[in-house]
């Protein structure tokens, strides 16, 4: 059955409903999770081999405060030294992480913190993954802006002085197009300095074409590297299918994108298995790639529309904190974004010690900034959100708070002749 009836109708049928159902509770119904589709390019990489060689033979109960104080005492941390870091073993050492990675962030960063802001300009998706505001069988109000809407959307965004736009859509090729993906990025040309992507993942001719169009990188959320845990949890759509999305990034990288960026999402799976597949996909990637510019998100599950079918599993505040001071030691030069999902006290202090780039005037809605922006009415109808965001604050707020603490808040930092 199309998929495309799913997201198109207010309510599923009754055929949608039985389909649904199968999924769920039938795992013989679904497709092989690491077979890749037709149109999928296989890339033959050795990265995905690497990682996870390393993150299954990883037994974090093993480590001792004698290996979590000789990893904060070398000068290089090694994978070994990030092992330790992020196991139990480390939790009473807190203080001394954060001490050591404000350090690191210091040399590399000296007081700066980027600014960006989000643009989704659709919540049509095509998968059913349990966790997602816009999985195909959630009852939302779907939307797709046209490029009239784009670009008012770009322009009231731009004129509040954001220099950086990450343009985000579902995960539906029928309703968001390479093509017109492409024609936003172009938009986006007009009104900012830095554009990023996070849309579905795409083959190496098509992320060329996206950059001669206007973007700078892509950023791909592998949600969690436990791949029995992500069959369980993507249960249809080309999102399903684990080694081509892991390879995401690589593609765009191959493709000609200036960076890419990477993130688990904490909460699905385990957490500290997962931080440390994030943190050695970057790691391997950036010695094939030596080049590129490296990100890390570090995003929690957040609460979202009509959820009743996950349950995550609890990251607190405390283990985020553990699990970025770790990314930063092992990974001095890698920036490190910690989105509005967060609260903005946490925010405040992490921006102090490790993180590098914030959001700011967040919406995950669609078509919604000039109501957020200014309080008004909009012409445009609104979809909804893709998860509840935590810290709400404008980007004029948001750049005020950073230089109080003393932080040199930055828009754009690259000269293009």
């Known amino acids: ?4 009836y799913f997201v198109d109708s207010e309510y599923l049928s009754e055929a949608a409903l039985e389909k649904k159902h199968r999924l769920e ?6 497709k092989n999770h690491m077979e890749y589709l037709p149109g999928m390019e296989q890339i033959n990489s050795d990265i995905c081999e690497k990682v996870m060689s390393q993150v299954n033979s990883y037994d974090y109960t093993k480590y001792t405060e004698r290996d979590v104080i000789s990893a904060l005492e070398h000068e290089v941390c090694t994978v070994e030294d990030l092992k330790a870091l992020l196991s139990p073993a480390a939790e009473p050492f807190l203080e001394q992480m954060a001490q050591k990675a404000r350090e690191e962030t210091g040399k590399h960063f ?22 997602c505001g816009f999985n195909c069988y959630n009852h939302i109000r779907r ?3 046209n490029m009239e809407q784009i670009e008012h959307e770009m322009k009231v965004i731009s004129d509040s002085g954001i220099e950086e736009i990450l343009i985000l859509t579902g995960e539906s ?4 197009g390479v093509e017109y993906i492409g024609e936003a990025c172009k938009l986006a040309r007009k009104y900012f300095r830095m554009v990023g992507l996070e849309i579905y993942p795409v083959n190496t001719d098509e992320y060329r074409y996206l950059h001669e169009c206007g973007a700078d990188y892509v950023t791909v959320f592998q949600e969690t590297y436990d791949t029995d845990k992500y069959e369980t949890l993507h249960l249809f759509g080309h999102k399903r299918v684990w080694p081509y999305r892991f390879d995401s990034q690589e593609r ?9 960026g990477f993130s688990a999402l904490l909460g699905l799976s385990d957490f500290r298995k997962d931080a440390l597949a994030s943190a050695l996909h970057v790691y391997y990637l950036q010695r094939k ?27 607190h505040e405390t283990q985020l904190c553990q699990v970025i001071c770790a990314y930063r030691i092992f990974m001095p030069f890698v920036g490190i974004t910690v989105s509005s999902r967060e609260s903005e006290s ?36 609104e979809g909804d959100e893709q998860f509840e965001i935590n810290d709400g604050r404008s980007f004029a707020k948001m750049y005020s708070d950073i230089a109080a603490e003393g932080l040199q808040p930055v828009l754009n930092d690259y000269l293009y002749v």
């Open 1 to 4: 059955m199309d998929n495309q």
């Open 25 to 30: 509770n039938d795992p013989s119904s679904r």
């Open 110 to 131: 000296g007081n700066t913190v980027y600014l960006f802001t989000p643009l989704y300009i659709a919540n049509y998706c095509e998968n059913y993954c349990v966790y």
């Open 143 to 145: 939307m797709k802006l």
């Open 173 to 176: 090729r029928g309703k968001s």
């Open 252 to 260: 765009a990288l191959m493709g000609g994108m200036r960076g890419a």
């Open 289 to 315: 790639y030596p080049h590129a510019e490296m990100s890390l998100s570090c995003p929690r599950l957040r609460p979202i529309i009509n959820n009743d079918k996950i349950n995550p599993l609890d990251v």
């Open 346 to 381: 946490f925010r405040n202090g992490i921006v102090k010690i490790a993180a590098t780039k914030v959001s700011a005037g967040v919406s995950t809605g669609i078509g919604d900034h000039e109501s957020k922006y200014s309080g008004k009415e909009s012409d445009t109808a």
